[in-house]
């Protein structure tokens, strides 16, 4: 059963079918979460007793940090997938997931740097969780770059899966920073091992905001890879057919 499904990942009308499918209903419970986290967050939380009304900001700047190191290794298993069994789909999913990741990438940097000018006093400074960060960026980049620059795309795919892999040692370098150098950053404040230090009434909505972040990535996803199946098998039966149902 579980090869049944995996083969069946790799069909390209399936994926486009599913997708279909499972957006239907994951858009607007999307924009249900997000809307619901967001007031819930930015206007009903108690202001902290330190930072006052600033801290807010991390309704947005932690959902979206969190979510962009999920998606490197989304980005990664799907190279190694091309990589080892040539799924095409998997391709696809790998070159769709890597600007959706910068994007991510770059909104949790600007946030956090909107964030650390009250808090810091300082727009920006180089420590350890933000170069690392700005490092995943550049690898997200690298990807989508690398892709483009080769006229082989077959040989294109290869060299993004194994810069995706390579590059997924920064991910627990993001994670521990905070721990292995001195840095500006507070230590993680949820935590899945021993007690949380963020008060309840600012955690459930920041739980509901990365489950927010979470679906928006799947959905941004599977709209991507839609639109590139599209592209890449426009000359297939299947796709002709779709395109003149629609």
């Not at 810091?120 to 690898?139: C, H, K, N, P, Q």
């Amino acid at each position: 059963m579980a090869w049944t499904w995996f083969h069946r990942l790799g069909s390209p009308p399936w994926i486009y079918g599913f997708s279909g499918r499972l957006l239907r209903f994951l858009l607007p419970l999307t924009l249900m979460l997000l809307v619901v986290g967001s007031v819930w967050g930015l206007a009903f939380t108690p202001p902290d007793f330190r930072q006052g009304n600033s801290y807010r900001i991390i309704y947005i700047h932690v959902p979206v940090s969190v979510v962009s190191l999920a998606g490197y290794y989304v980005m990664a298993i799907a190279g190694a997938v091309s990589l080892i069994w040539r799924m095409k789909v998997a391709d696809i999913a790998m070159r769709v997931a890597a600007p959706i990741g910068a994007g991510l990438t770059f909104l949790a940097l600007v946030t956090g740097s909107i964030w650390g000018k009250p808090t810091w006093g300082t727009w920006w400074v180089w420590d350890a969780r933000i170069t690392s960060m700005v490092v995943l960026l550049f690898l997200y980049l690298g990807v989508y770059a690398l892709y483009e620059a080769y006229d082989n795309k077959a040989l294109a795919s290869k060299a993004c899966a194994i810069l995706a892999l390579v590059g997924t040692v920064n991910i627990p370098i993001i994670y521990k920073s905070v721990d292995w150098w001195y840095s500006l950053h507070q230590p993680a404040s949820i935590k899945f091992t021993g007690g949380t230090t963020i008060d309840p009434s600012m955690l459930y909505p920041l739980l509901l905001m990365i489950v927010a972040v979470y679906a928006l990535y799947v959905c941004l996803i599977l709209l991507g890879l839609r639109a590139a199946l599209l592209e890449s098998e426009s000359k297939t039966k299947w796709v002709q057919q779709e395109v003149m149902e629609q």
